[in-house]
RNA sequence: GCUGGCGUAGCUCAACGGUAGAGCAGCUGAUUUGUAAUCAGCAGGCUGUCGGUUCAAAUCCGUCCGCCAGCUCCA
């Protein structure tokens, strides 16, 4: 290697950067600024990643990653997962490796081991962590070949880095040395564990080696970490305010629902203040279905054995589903899905062209078995209502009802306050035809329609290649809520299957007979899941028009509750839910009272508000707003209710 | 379903081999209250279930049921 031998880098910002061949990365970075160079994780040459000690032999593209990259996140976490390890192999005895990767918000590494882990164990591990962060040692890659890799790991009973190796394709193998620990892995790292500011180890769980059910299960150990201690601190707070908004806590402490696992797991009881609200949300869906054109049906719950066998959910779905119940000898089953009693009602009739597009929706109940371990409070459980619908329509309809559909979702979301969300549009492996059903021809003006709806209404989306179901393409919508979390929103699905199986048509204008196409699309997904994530997204302070009590008048004293009275009877005239509080309280009581439960008006009478026939005004967000006419009062209310806008706006 | 943890009053939690306790909520009474908790009293539990160990079990062991964290799966 000739000493002085130069190499171009070309720098994200388009400048070349001279360097001596041999040079190393981080040299390079040191050269460009010591900030740079004191925050960086790793380097990528020509879009491969490079670890920051590593040579540089050739010119290129080259970039230096810091932890405000997300694939510099993903390495400084991934670097503090083998230390992890390494504190692990320390601490314990017969561990043996699984793999630990980074993940969006920290990192994990499986373990198999004889000593079951629990949480109190993470504090040592955490200090022996802290321990080989201290002694700062370097990551040291060195390449193998296959066989002296998988003598090596078996040397040290290393049985799944052995199964992992055996699966590679290639001959040599990138392992790391961090000290006496040695991992299997390809990079990159960090140049050494000094470089780790502050990490958090969060808990310790089962997970199945490469997530088969049918393997050994290892065990888990998740963390996360950042470049600094204030990073780490803030996100430890959310994750904090992630679990004060819980649904399950917010839900029994504002008595919204509950659950009777005695009475039966993942059954929803919805109590008086949660229905309310449901019937709020319910109101706004049937008025805004009614107003784009759609109809309103009832279908019932259980059905014949056949139409299972027709529909094909007793072959596809049967896993999912509750056992028969027998009914004069003949064998019903409880409804996991809505699809084929909307295609009875279709079939009720001979349908012509100039019917379609039929859109029907339905508040559907249905119930699906779900295993045990799955449940999880409003959000996964084994009942519950879909706002569910089908529009049956001619294939050339398809673009301008997605649309339609797409529009509606649209505003239904964002009425409910998620303005955020990213779409997916999945489509077929166009390599596997076999896989789907319905012709080339069908697919490719579905996908196409469904694509030129997006571009229309001006979503950007990610196209999904192969992540389409067998019977058609879909559209699907993840919502962010106030914490930005993501949640499972609006699917459209196309579906070729069903008008086949139940060999639905409608007469075209042609006078010959046609198959219609399907649509099945929710907006909401479930009444209940939705409600858990509204609690979670309000923090259980819903907007004015969806909150179970709108306005809690609080009389002073006793002398005050005939006015307190008049004031709500006036109010519940206009439609309003409010509730006077009448116990025997002081004013300070009732108001607290009425904070925890986040209602959003407090109105406070006393004699001064009945000799001037006023209200106090109290907002839960902007608190004492002192006296003000009732009517004008009940005007702004009423305003901000048909609004619906998300919290109380009181500032004339 | 699997791995690990956990089931004590309506809720949140104490007691961890020797007759089960607090705060909040509830009820009763006093107080008549002015913008986030007035005071006093009362009541509330076959310690999830069934079985075992022990002179003695909320406490130790096992079973089943359920819950929690994940895995797998999903609206």
Redesign the pocket.
């Known amino acids: 290697m000739a000493e002085n031998e130069s190499i171009n880098l070309i720098l994200p910002d388009g400048s070349v950067k001279k360097a001596n061949k041999g040079a190393t990365a981080h040299e390079v970075a040191l050269s460009i600024g010591p900030g740079l160079a004191r925050d960086a994780v790793v380097a990528k040459l020509d879009g491969s990643f490079i670890d920051l000690t590593a040579e540089l032999d050739r010119g290129g593209h080259f970039s230096i990653l810091t932890f405000d990259d997300p694939e510099g996140r993903e390495v400084y976490r991934h670097s503090v997962a083998h230390v992890l390890a390494q504190a692990v192999k320390r601490l314990y005895s017969d561990v043996q490796l699984g793999i630990g990767p980074a993940i969006d918000d920290g990192f994990y590494y499986d373990f198999d081991m004889p000593h079951?882990?629990?949480?109190g164990d993470l504090q040592d591990i955490e200090q022996e962590m802290e321990k080989i962060v201290a002694q700062d040692l370097p990551f040291e890659q060195e390449e193998l070949s296959r066989q002296e890799a998988i003598d090596m790991f078996e040397e040290m009973d290393e049985p799944y880095k052995v199964e992992l190796i055996s699966e590679m394709q290639q001959e040599a193998v990138s392992i790391y040395r961090l000290g006496e620990f040695v991992d299997l892995c390809s990079g990159p790292h960090l140049p050494s564990t000094g470089r780790i500011e502050a990490f958090k180890l969060?808990?310790?769980?089962?997970?199945?080696w490469l997530?088969?059910?049918n393997r050994p299960?290892l065990?888990?150990i998740?963390g996360t970490a950042f470049d600094s201690a204030s990073d780490l601190a803030e996100h430890i707070d959310k994750l904090q305010e992630a679990e004060r908004r819980?649904h399950?806590?917010l839900g029994?402490?504002m008595d919204l629902f509950s659950?009777h696992?005695?009475a039966?797991?993942?059954l929803i009881y919805w109590h008086p203040q949660g229905y309310r609200v449901r019937e709020v949300i319910e109101g706004f869906w049937r008025d805004t279905h009614r107003e784009r054109g759609y109809e309103i049906v009832s279908t019932p719950h259980i059905a014949r054995e056949d139409l299972w066998e027709t529909s094909g959910h007793l072959e596809t779905f049967s896993e999912?589903m509750f056992d028969p119940m027998d009914v004069d000898g003949i064998k019903y089953l409880l409804k996991p899905m809505n699809c084929p009693f909307h295609i009875m009602i279709y079939q009720s009739e001979m349908r012509s062209y100039r019917e379609l597009p039929l859109r029907w929706a339905e508040m559907g109940t249905v119930y699906?078995y779900?295993?045990?371990?799955?449940?999880?409070?409003?959000?996964?459980?084994?009942g519950?209502t879909?706002d569910d619908a089908h529009i049956f329509c001619r294939p050339g309809q398809v673009e301008e009802e997605i649309i339609g559909v797409v529009r509606l979702a649209q505003y239904m979301l964002s009425t409910f306050g998620y303005d955020d969300y990213s779409v997916k549009l999945s489509v077929r492996n166009p390599e596997n035809p076999e896989e789907y059903i319905g012709d080339e021809e069908t697919w490719d003006q579905a996908e196409g329609a469904l694509a030129r709806a997006l571009d229309r209404i001006g979503l950007d989306y990610t196209e999904e290649v192969g992540e389409a179901k067998f019977y058609g393409p879909a559209i699907d919508i993840e919502m962010q809520d106030a914490l930005g979390r993501g949640w499972?929103?609006p699917?459209i699905q196309l579906d070729f299957n069903l008008p086949q199986r139940f060999d639905m048509t409608y007469i075209g204008s042609d006078g010959d007979e046609h198959r219609p196409v399907m649509i099945h699309r929710?907006v909401?997904?479930?009444m209940?899941?939705?409600f858990g994530g509204l609690i979670e997204h309000y923090a259980g302070a819903f907007p004015p028009w969806l909150a179970s009590i709108q306005v809690q008048i609080i009389p002073?004293?006793?002398?005050?509750l005939d006015y307190a009275a008049e004031i709500q009877s006036d109010l519940s005239a206009h439609g309003v839910r409010a509730e006077v509080d009448d116990?025997?309280?002081?004013?300070?009581?009732k108001?607290?009272?009425a904070?925890?439960q986040k209602i959003p008006y407090?109105l406070?009478?006393?004699?001064?508000?009945?000799a001037q026939q006023t209200v106090?005004?109290?907002t839960?967000n902007e608190?004492?707003l002192?006296?003000r006419e009732y009517s004008e009062f009940r005007e702004n209310l009423l305003h901000d209710i048909q609004n619906r806008y998300m919290e109380p706006s009181m500032t004339d």
């Open positions: 079951a882990l629990s949480e969060l808990n310790v769980a089962g997970a199945y997530g088969d059910e299960q065990q888990r998740y819980d399950r806590r029994k402490k659950l696992p005695q039966g797991p993942g999912d699906r779900e295993r045990s371990g799955v449940l999880h409070g409003l959000l996964r459980v084994r519950f879909q499972q929103g699917t929710t909401l997904g479930s209940e899941r939705f002073v004293s006793e002398d005050h116990r025997n309280e002081k004013v300070g009581y108001i607290r009272s904070e925890v407090m406070v009478v006393g004699d001064r508000e009945i106090s005004l109290r839960r608190g004492d002192g006296p």
